[in-house]
């Protein structure tokens, strides 16, 4: 493993806590959960507001028509976003024992959603879930069983391989798509022990960036090699990474002093930018 020397600027300062970002038509979209905002950045760093969700928004996503696909945490829906306003698609509660979190839409519009699976806010002790897939029509369905925190989700480019971060399984767990979008053949793609994998996007050597939502860096793993390199980010934790920029070589950070209202109440919440030399490639 090789720990970089990549510069981290300031790209977006005073956010309470952002999460799930996604380069998407030249700009920079992303949610805020304790502002309640889903927002969108130019390539200046200026906002817009997008839509607020009153539960907190996480994780986003595009049907190929494209519609906008929010996830809503704590009242666990999948949100249709137009104009500035919310519907809901799919009530997800009755499938899941926690929070709803990060969501991966492919190009058929089938919306991969993954939940926390106990209370982490009570101090529930961690336990296996399931990850859902809601289909176009709002059928919601199991796509997997038994993965501790399922979070962020990348998707090569032909479609075949979907990749998912267990948070505290400490691994990212990959599985074959049917065209059906079924899941199949599980496997581990890189044993993180140690480290907490939370957002992740994929870049075109079929490396994944992972942040370490404990470990104060990003990591690049690759599939059988581990962590290959390291980014540190010495004063608050990385919670979610997406490449994109101009030429899909910007990595955009989201981090911040710690999880919780409390500290999303501080307005400390960044997303920074780093150059790194392989581009984007895959979903989100």
Not at 61 to 72: C, E, I, K, Y
């Amino acid at each position: 493993m090789t720990t970089s020397t990549a510069t981290l600027d300031d790209f977006i300062v005073g956010l309470c806590f952002p999460e799930a970002p996604r380069w998407h038509a030249g700009q920079l979209w992303f949610s805020d959960f304790y502002r309640h905002e889903i927002l969108r950045a130019d390539t200046q760093g200026q906002l817009d507001t997008i839509a607020h969700v009153d539960a907190c928004p996480s994780g986003l996503g595009w049907r190929p028509d494209g519609t906008m696909l929010a996830v809503s945490m704590h009242d666990c829906r999948l949100l249709g976003v137009a104009d500035g306003k919310t519907s809901t698609l799919a009530e997800l509660g009755g499938h899941v024992p926690g929070p709803c979190n990060d969501m991966l839409v492919d190009t058929a519009g089938r919306a991969y959603i993954g939940n926390f699976g106990f209370n982490l806010y009570a101090g529930e002790p961690p336990r296996s879930t399931e990850l859902l897939c809601v289909l176009p029509d709002g059928t919601v369905r199991v796509a997997a069983q038994d993965l501790l925190f399922p979070n962020g989700m990348a998707l090569t480019p032909d479609g075949r391989t979907l990749i998912v971060a267990e948070t505290f399984g400490q691994r990212l767990s990959a599985f074959d798509v049917a065209p059906d979008g079924t899941l199949a053949r599980r496997r581990v793609f890189a044993d993180l022990a140690g480290s907490y994998p939370d957002g992740i996007c994929l870049d075109a050597e079929g490396a994944v960036w992972v942040a370490d939502a404990r470990g104060n860096r990003v990591l690049r793993v690759m599939e059988g090699r581990g962590i290959v390199e390291a980014i540190a980010i010495n004063d608050q934790q990385c919670y979610a990474c997406m490449l994109g920029g101009d030429d899909g070589r910007t990595l955009f950070l989201c981090t911040a002093p710690g999880t919780g209202p409390e500290n999303g109440a501080r307005r400390e919440g960044r997303i920074r930018a780093a150059r790194v030399d392989v581009p984007r490639a895959g979903l989100p």
